[in-house]
């Protein structure tokens, strides 16, 4: 899975504008410039945990510092796309997502239905088709990725996953990428926001079952609501 920003031309960036002004220059600057894969982030192994902490290289414990384990926050702003900005020493123009790979092969799990964000969050299906050439079965799962890092957001969205990470002397569990959505293949989710906390997801298998599968704690607004009013005087 690659997830791309749109590029913007920098020829003019000194690193000297203000929140406002950054964003007419953004608004000004879309390009139609190629954007090269050496400057996507792959966060095939990055493990998120509860409390904004990152596992970079596999041990479970939290050791920040260059090249290695970092905060939430500090991996979202890795992502901006600032590359004069002395505040910023790395950027990016997106990511990559590797797939599933049994044995750590190459990848067998595929997309099998077309990403839909809803409040920061990106949510699709994916196919794990069975090792073996005699089969035809395989296991679906539900992804739900914050979609300015393609990891897992650094609160639950739906659930958590098996790791636990030691840090700042406490345990904290990992936030869930992915969810098992048993055998079959699965359709494309159905989003639904009612009165519910957050937003279900209802996905059909090839089976016929439909899942209902809760997303909470969306990072961003998923509701219209009014922004401002008017009083006026009659």
Not at 24 to 52: R, W
Not at 184 to 197: D, F, I, K, N, R
Not at 201 to 207: H, L
Request: charged share 20%.
């Amino acid at each position: 899975l690659v997830g791309v920003k749109e590029p913007i031309d920098w020829f003019d960036w000194d690193g000297d504008l203000d929140d406002e002004e950054l964003t007419i220059y953004h608004n000004g600057c879309m390009s139609a410039q190629t954007v090269p894969i050496a400057n996507l982030l792959d966060v095939s192994d990055y493990t998120v945990f509860e409390g904004g902490y990152v596992d970079v290289d596999g041990d479970l414990t939290f050791n920040p510092g260059i090249g290695t384990d970092m905060t939430f926050v500090e991996l979202v702003t890795d992502m901006k796309q600032i590359p004069a900005d002395p505040d910023v020493p790395k950027h990016y123009d997106g990511f990559i997502l590797d797939m599933y790979a049994p044995g750590g092969g190459a990848s067998s799990e595929r997309c099998v239905s077309k990403p839909t964000i809803l409040g920061g969050i990106t949510t699709f299906t994916t196919f794990l088709p069975d090792d073996s050439s005699c089969s035809f079965t395989g296991e679906s799962f539900l992804y739900a990725l914050f979609y300015k890092t393609g990891t897992s957001y650094s609160e639950p969205i739906i659930g958590y996953g098996a790791n636990v990470m030691s840090a700042d002397g406490q345990n904290r569990q990992e936030t869930a990428r992915r969810k098992s959505l048993g055998n079959g293949v699965a359709a494309t989710p159905s989003l639904h926001v009612g009165e519910q906390e957050g937003v279900k997801a209802f996905v059909q298998s090839s089976t016929g079952e439909i899942e209902i599968i809760s997303e909470i704690n969306l990072p961003e607004a998923f509701r219209s609501k009014p922004l401002f009013w008017l009083q006026t005087d009659n």
